[in-house]
Every structure is written in C-alpha cells, then in structure tokens.
Nanobody
C-alpha cells in the first residue's frame, strides 16, 4: 500500500503561482512513478505531469509545458508541482498518483491521494 497526501491548493488570480506537494508513505518503493492529474467539474480526469523517482524522467501535458514543473525529493518522499502563469482553465481538483510507468492514463496508476482544489480567478 502507498498512501498519498496532497497539499498546497488554494485560490489564486490568473497569472499567479502555486506549488502543490504530494507526501508519500507506506511501501513507496513498490511504485516509483508519481503522477499529477486534475479533474474539473463535469470533465474527465486529465493527465498533467509525471516523474520517475528512480531516473528523474518527466512527462508533461502540452497544455502545461512551459508553465508547470514537476520535481521530486526522494529523501523526503515528496513530489512537487510548481504551477506558474496560472489560467482560469487550470481550475480543478489536483490529484497525486503512484504507479510503475510514466504514462498518461489514469487507470495505469494504482494509488491516489484525496486531491487538493486549485481555483484560478480571472
């Protein structure tokens, strides 16, 4: 089992920044990929970014390239999502997930956090 807890969400104006954190505990070594997904009301869960804890390789959605950065701190079992130049369309619940492959499909991730709300006002 891997437990994930997100934090750092909130309300921000367009153009602003937020940093989301994902704290992992449990058998973290069994799932060495962390992904960030988001889900807006009435929409499907959408891939944002993912990182391999072992190699550091990263994948990002085109919609966030150049604005969002995913990073890791293996010593602290933490993964971060730095979000800059936020837009109203970034408004969603953001979820951290754990899996074994750096992929964009939510179903390939085995463990999920409870989510943190990000609201970007125009």
């Amino acid at each position: 089992q891997v437990q994930l807890v997100e934090s750092g969400g909130g309300l921000v104006q367009a153009g602003g920044s937020l940093r989301l954190s994902c704290a992992a505990s449990g058998r973290t070594f069994t799932r060495l990929v962390r992904g960030w997904f988001r889900q807006a009301p009435g929409k499907e869960r959408e891939f944002v970014a993912a990182i391999s804890l072992s190699s550091g390789s990263v994948s990002q959605a085109d919609s966030v390239k150049g604005r969002f950065t995913i990073s890791r701190d293996n010593a602290k079992n933490m993964v971060y999502l730095q979000m800059n130049s936020l837009k109203p369309e970034d408004t969603a619940v953001y979820y951290c997930a754990a899996g074994t492959l750096v992929v964009v499909t939510p179903g390939e991730y085995d463990y999920w956090g409870q989510g943190t709300q990000v609201t970007v006002s125009s």
